[in-house]
């Protein structure tokens, strides 16, 4: 079964400093989406993508984070300088359409900021 | 705000057993998915549900959707260990997709 794929795995950086965090979608699906998960705590919004610009955004999205697509693959997400509070599981996600149903998520990438 | 609210949050039961998973929502939609997670790990879809009165079963899990009540249920029958993971609901926002929102989640804990 196609899957989305994420890397890294895992990543610690220093707070202030910006991430990268990638993720390559399901290869004919059209929307896509970040969700991060602070330990313990439920899945929250971030932010979906479709036609190379954001179609919605939550709160939690704010002018240090910024999505992009930069070629027919890759998908990502950036922080620009981190605090400790961004430190949680980073989740992918993608699908067809709206209509298609459910969303096909990734195997996350852990972020610690120290 | 739309609010996911699931409930119980925590569940021990013991092997053999049954129970059900409650899921309520504050806004119209007839969406609604069911995940799970192991710990660690990332979310498995179980279920869709993409209208009134939708009803999935798959093993000793059954989910059914009431959107009237804007209700979903998740009903485990004949518990076993290897259901022991955190159950979560997400619903599709005013019909657009463009994003799930998730309930709180449900930690189901199986006692052998």
């Known amino acids: 079964e196609p899957e989305v794929t994420q890397t890294p795995s895992h990543q610690v950086t220093q707070m202030g400093q910006e991430v990268i965090l990638r993720c390559v979608p399901i290869?004919?699906?059209?929307?896509f989406y970040w969700y991060r998960q602070i330990l313990g705590q439920k899945v929250e919004f971030l932010v979906s993508?479709?036609?190379?610009?954001?179609?919605?955004k939550s709160e939690i999205f704010d002018d240090q984070f910024s999505v992009e697509r930069p070629d027919g693959s890759n998908f990502t997400l950036k922080i620009r300088s981190t605090k400790l509070e961004d430190s949680a599981m980073y989740f992918c996600?993608?699908?067809?359409?709206?209509?298609?149903?459910?969303?096909?998520f990734g195997s996350g990438t852990q972020l610690s900021v120290l | 705000e739309l609010k996911v609210e699931q409930n119980p949050l925590f569940l021990s039961m013991q092997e053999g057993k049954n129970y059900t998973i409650y899921c309520n929502y504050s806004t119209t939609s007839d969406r609604l998915y069911w995940y799970r997670q192991d710990p660690g790990k990332s979310l498995e879809s179980l279920f869709v549900?993409?209208?009134?009165?939708a009803v999935k079963q798959e093993g000793r899990l059954m989910a059914s959707l009431d959107t009237k009540a804007r209700l979903s249920t998740l009903h485990i029958t004949t518990a076993v260990h290897d259901l022991s993971a955190t159950y979560f609901c997400?619903?599709?926002?005013?019909?657009?997709?463009?994003?799930?929102?998730f309930g709180t989640g449900t930690s189901l804990t199986v006692i052998p």
């Open positions: 549900l993409l209208s009134n009165g």
């Open positions: 996600a993608s699908r067809l359409s709206p209509s298609s149903g459910k969303l096909f």
């Open positions: 290869s004919n699906h059209l929307y």
């Open positions: 993508f479709y036609n190379n610009e954001i179609s919605e």
């Open positions: 997400a619903v599709d926002m005013s019909g657009t997709g463009n994003q799930f929102y």
